[in-house]
């Protein structure tokens, strides 16, 4: 399924009148996906996505690109133009507890290159719209953001999230050290803003 919304990037942005779009990431996006998936700025933001190292070789990136992103239920490229620069995931939260169905992870990241236009605020927006309408039985969607994320929680606000707390040293590194996290949620009865 595709879902697409056209924008007016502002005119301090480079980008006019572009076409952001989500779709789910096919085999041809590869190279594509490499392009942020291994940029060392974008990976040390993204604290739910420790799978893949700055030093990563390309096999191991795309054999994860192949196992996990492509097969996902809910792992989305966002397009410009139709080119996937970053991704927008939903993790549903089953299994553990009887409650925690009703509830999903988000996190999000787009290429380098793309940061400050205003396109992740546009495609969390379709992200949120699309996901509560699939999944019916969706009540909560969760963002957690590390620490000093500035750009994060200011496109979560811009987009209706509610920020509920910080979880204190909610993060544990694999070199020991603990990060205090920030819990954002928007419900399905939330406004999604524009
Ligand atoms: C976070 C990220 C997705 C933001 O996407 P984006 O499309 O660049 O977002 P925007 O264009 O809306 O710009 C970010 C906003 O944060 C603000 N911002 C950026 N850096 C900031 C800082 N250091 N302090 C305060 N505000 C800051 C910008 O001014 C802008 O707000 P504005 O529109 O009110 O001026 C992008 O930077 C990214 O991919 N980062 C790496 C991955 C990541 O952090 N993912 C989220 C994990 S929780």
Redesign the pocket.
Known sequence: MKYEIEVNLSETHIIEMSKITLRPYQLSDVDDFMQ?ACNS??LE????QLWIKPNSSREEVVSYFNQVVVNHPWYQAICLDGRAI?FVVLEMQAGKYDFERGRADL??????E????????T?LRIALSSAFHKFTNLVRIQ????P????????LQ?VGFTKEGVLRQYAVLADGECLDISMYSILSTDPILN
């Open positions: 942020w700025e974008v933001c993204i604290l739910l970053g996190s999000y990241a787009l290429g380098r793309y940061w400050g236009r205003g396109i992740s605020p495609a963002a957690l953001v590390g000093g994320n500035k750009a994060s929680e200011r496109v811009k």
